[in-house]
Nanobody, 120 residues
Framework: QLQASGGGSVQSGDSLRLSCAAS????????VGWFRQAPGKEREFVAA????????YYADSVKGRFTISRDSAKNTVYLQMNSLKPEDSAIYYC???????????????WGQGTLVTVSS
């Protein structure tokens, strides 16, 4: 199970760091993805990282502002979000997959998300 945390209410331009803690062991073949879902919208891909390499992936909407990283010792994946915009407001989730994909249906082990609210 993966559990996201670190959300909050911030102003436009502020930063937040989300954490995704894995309760079980993550293997080198796993990909951990961050997704978000705003009210009335479908869950959308934000970023992903391969557990065994430095390879990362980003949605165009967050490229250059968000950074995904991992701490293998803590079994945790982070999402550093800078220059936040009101349109980044959503519930953020993390999940794992056996291969990189931007489709949330390819991921599993979803935990409860964490709410990010960005006001202008």
């Amino acid at each position: 199970q993966l559990q996201a945390s670190g959300g909050g209410s911030v102003q436009s331009g502020d930063s937040l760091r989300l954490s995704c803690a894995a309760s079980g062991r993550l293997f080198s073949s796993h990909v951990v993805g961050w997704f978000r879902q705003a009210p009335g919208k479908e869950r959308e891909f934000v970023a992903a990282a391969r557990w065994n390499s430095a390879r990362t992936y980003y949605a165009d909407s967050v490229k250059g502002r968000f950074t995904i990283s991992r701490d293998s010792a803590k079994n945790t994946v982070y999402l550093q979000m800078n220059s936040l915009k009101p349109e980044d407001s959503a519930i953020y989730y993390c999940a794992m997959s056996n291969a990189y994909d931007t489709d949330y249906r390819s991921y599993r082990n979803w935990g409860q998300g964490t709410l990010v609210t960005v006001s202008s």
